[in-house]
């Protein structure tokens, strides 16, 4: 061997590790929350790149390892064209009815050719990588087999109504007015609501919906801003035949989303009730949020291809009662529930500054209602919750002891939550103030 040039050994693991690093640099740097098609052809680019340097590296060593070509190519290539189309979520739905046997027949065939030419612990390493190769195909095949429809296995409870080109799914429930329209966070759905409407609804009428792309509704071409979310749950309560006055309550990023629709129809909007709500000055009044929301980006471009094989149950986790619980985690589990939460995630600048447009909610009754583990742990956050507050001469603020998630779902969060949600029902029905604890 010439001087200076490194055992098979050495350069399995380099290959291998440069693969890794050059996969994370492409999908978590150079091309961030990018759409599934594209974080996919990265990663496969990536560490197609490591399998063709063991190649032409090891071809240099008295122990050459041509077959790592096999899987260079393969990767490589098909990473590029991923790259280069940047296919559509059917697309990519068709694809991995194809790509899961063709990645196990390659790992298969690079495992017994590798046995052949590489030894030392150079091929344990290589094992492993072939091995996470095998694992993905397999999990991706049985997910697809063993997976049915969202929508056959939980049929959806209210109704699903036109807004044009597409259907949304909307649950009212309960009887009086004002009615209450509950609006989700980033990654939740009607179902998520299951505790607030079980809690509202003997007292007036309640309504969880699914936003384009979420639970029971159509998917939408393009993500959609704060605007065009408004339009829609507007055309959706009017083809319900859901009318005012309602109240209007949304929960983290669903308080922007709630915020646009009271700017843009402010005649129907009663009250709000704001549950531990993103502000819309959430870039500048936290200081650690643009670092945090530039992480999100990257981490929620993966989710979908997580979801894919068969991971998605590692996402999911909800603390409602076992028969809300399963649709929760069965639809967080699904690739559509990680790409739309992707999607609405790089809206987030445009529905913040939407969001702006409401400068004042007169007199009418606001309750902001916080949760302490946001209080203890986010510098800004309480502040951001108080400037809220300033939209209505008619606010109150409480803290609910209760996690960001939990105020929707735990047992206790949710009863903080159906508290403040019936304090500004009877405040609309009485047009008295409302009333400090």
Same mark, same amino acid.
């Given at each position: ?16 590790? &440069? ?11 150079? $091309? ?57 979520? =059917?697309?990519? /739905? ?7 046997? @063709? ?29 996470? @190769? ?9 997910? /697809? ?88 749950? =507007? ?27 009271? &700017? ?14 993103? +502000? ?9 949020? %643009? ?6 980006? #990257? ?8 979801? #894919? ?10 603390? @409602? ?11 967080? &589990? ?5 790409? /739309? ?19 004042? $909610?007169?007199?009418? %009754? @606001? ?24 939209? +209505? ?9 209760? +996690? ?34």
């Amino acid at each position: 061997m010439s001087p200076g040039v490194r055992p098979p050994t050495g350069i399995a693991l380099g290959s291998m590790a &440069a693969g890794a690093a050059a996969a994370a640099l492409l999908t978590m740097l150079v $091309l961030p929350g990018a759409t599934e098609g594209v974080t996919v052809g990265a990663t496969l680019l990536g560490f197609g790149l490591g399998w063709a340097m063991l190649r032409v590296c090891s071809s240099r060593t008295s122990s050459p390892q041509p077959w790592a070509a096999i899987p260079a190519v393969a990767m490589v290539s098909t990473g590029a064209a991923l790259m280069a189309v940047a296919p559509s979520d =059917h697309t990519m /739905n068709t694809l991995t009815w194809v790509w899961p046997p @063709l990645a196990l027949a390659l790992s298969v065939w690079t495992y017994l050719r590798m046995q052949r030419d590489l030894t030392g612990p150079g091929r344990w390493l290589v094992t492993v990588a072939l091995v996470l @190769l095998a694992v993905a195909s397999v999990g991706a095949g049985v997910r /697809n087999i063993a997976t049915d429809s969202f929508a056959n296995t939980y049929p959806a409870p209210g109704g699903i109504y036109s807004v044009g080109d597409h259907d949304l799914h909307l649950d009212c429930r309960g009887q009086g007015q004002p009615t209450v329209v509950l609006i989700s966070g980033l990654g939740e759905f009607s179902g998520s609501w299951a505790r607030i409407l079980d809690g509202v609804a003997p007292t007036t009428r309640v309504c969880a919906y699914d936003r384009a792309g979420q639970g029971w509704s159509d998917d939408v071409d393009h993500p959609q801003d704060g605007i065009a979310a408004a339009a829609d749950l =507007h055309a959706l309560l009017a083809a319900a035949g859901e009318t005012g006055p309602f109240v209007l309550v949304g929960h983290s990023i669903g308080g922007p989303y709630a915020m646009t629709y009271a &700017a843009n129809h402010a005649v129907e909007v009663a009250g709000m009730v704001l549950l531990d709500s993103t +502000s819309p000055e959430q870039f500048t009044a936290i200081p650690s949020y %643009p670092i945090q929301y530039a992480m999100m980006r #990257r981490a929620y471009a993966v989710m979908p291809t997580l979801a #894919r094989l068969g991971l998605g149950v590692a996402l999911a986790g909800s603390h @409602l009662p076992a028969d809300d619980a399963a649709p929760v985690d069965a639809m967080s &589990a699904m690739p559509r529930a990680g790409r /739309n939460a992707r999607d609405e995630l790089s809206m987030l600048p445009v529905v913040f500054e939407q969001a702006r447009a409401l400068t004042t $909610l007169g007199g009418r %009754p @606001l309750v902001v209602l916080t949760s302490a583990e946001n209080a203890r742990d986010t510098d800004g956050w309480s502040e951001a919750q108080v400037d809220m507050a300033g939209l +209505s001469s008619n606010a109150v603020t409480h803290e609910a002891a209760a +996690s960001h998630a939990g105020i929707v779902e735990d047992q206790g969060g949710a009863a903080a939550s159906v508290q403040a949600i019936t304090s500004v029902v009877q405040a609309v029905r009485t047009g008295t103030p409302l009333a400090t604890r």
